[in-house]
């Protein structure tokens, strides 16, 4: 399973932007998809999840009512929506992915997920 992202970019506080991550593999399926972000001095922390299957969705609480994790099923595609972006939300976000079942709560972990991009840059200027 291959994960690339894009979308990333420098913006200006209170601007949006759209991330995007394709899953490439032989009949790729997974469990969840999520987004995780790393700033600089800091560890990987959990943004946004959705399962695979049902699109539900969860999210930490720091981007909630602001961001927006999407799926496309028929793409390989999962999606997050960045609006109302704060200069503390300058980081690498990364797409990762769970291919197989551990538990109905094993989204929020780093090492729930099997899979991971390379990363996109997201810097939003004050």
């Known amino acids: 399973v291959q994960l690339v992202e894009s979308g990333g970019g420098l913006v200006q506080t209170g601007d949006s932007l759209r991330l995007s991550c394709i899953a490439s593999?032989?009949?790729?399926?997974?469990?969840?998809m999520g987004w995780f972000r790393q700033a600089p001095g800091k560890e990987r922390e959990f943004v946004a999840a959705?399962?695979?299957?049902?699109?539900?969705?969860y999210y930490s609480d720091s981007v909630k009512g602001r961001f927006t994790i999407s799926r496309d099923i028929a793409k390989n595609t999962v999606y997050l929506q960045l609006n109302s972006l704060k200069p503390e939300d300058t980081a690498v976000y990364y797409c990762?992915?769970?291919?197989?079942?551990?538990?109905?709560?094993?989204?929020?972990?780093?090492?729930?997920?099997?899979?991971w991009g390379q990363g996109t840059q997201v810097t939003v200027s004050s």
């Open positions: 990762a992915a769970s291919t197989s079942y551990r538990s109905s709560y094993a989204y929020s972990q780093t090492s729930d997920y099997e899979y």
């Open positions: 593999g032989h009949t790729f399926s997974a469990y969840f």
């Open positions: 959705t399962k695979w299957s049902t699109s539900t969705t």
